[in-house]
DNA sequence: CAGTATCCAAAGGGATACTG
DNA sequence: CAGTATCCCTTTGGATACTG
């Protein structure tokens, strides 16, 4: 059930959610702490799992742009749903 | 946010869910490739983060019997929702 | 800019044997 | 039965340098 392993997916979702449409580099800076190996590696699965829409625009130097696809923003409740029960669930460890 | 790390997690977790109370080497046999000393592990991070109850009857040999805490039925949700969307992901992906 | 390639240390996790 | 301990191979992922 896990498309969402690594420990990064949902960071890189989120960024990329919030944001519309996101160049690589841009996510690179959202996504504190990851390097430009595991972007490129998160991307890709994601990719290849339709979740999100890769777009080469032809600048100078090329951008690359980032958005979800449908499928993908179908995920949003299921991380809002997640991000919400990870709130509660601090609440129960750390309050006591 | 992932307190589900370890790939098993959600076996285990439904494992003990289904039965309602489960045994050690009941759950061992339920989650299919598990090794002893990974659920060991597994249900020990489980124990921390109070999801599951550890209890220890005196039987000879003695047995241990887990169940989910209250806050571990809090995940039901979550994990029903997951599944929901690895299924409907699954014919996203193959579909085409 | 958007990656790919290489190197390498650390973590993950299986198999097996052992203990109370 | 319910674990713990050890060995050891595999995977993960950071740092850095390089390419179109």
Redesign the interface.
């Known amino acids: ?3 969402l ?1 690594g ?1 990064w997916k ?1 960071a890189i979702i989120s960024s990329i959610c919030y944001y519309n449409k996101r160049r690589f580099s841009d996510i690179l800076n959202d996504v504190v702490g990851i390097s430009n190996k595991m972007l490129s590696k998160e991307l890709k699965e994601l990719e290849i ?2 979740l999100v829409k890769r777009t080469v625009l032809n600048t100078q130097p090329i951008t690359v742009q980032y958005e979800l696809t449908p ?1 993908g923003l ?2 949003q ?2 991380i809002s ?3 919400e ?2 709130i ?2 601090r609440k ?2 750390v309050g006591e």
Chains 1, 2 share one sequence.
């Open positions: 059930m896990d498309v392993n420990k949902i799992n339709k499928h179908t995920l409740t299921i749903n997640l991000t029960w990870g509660a669930h129960e460890i």
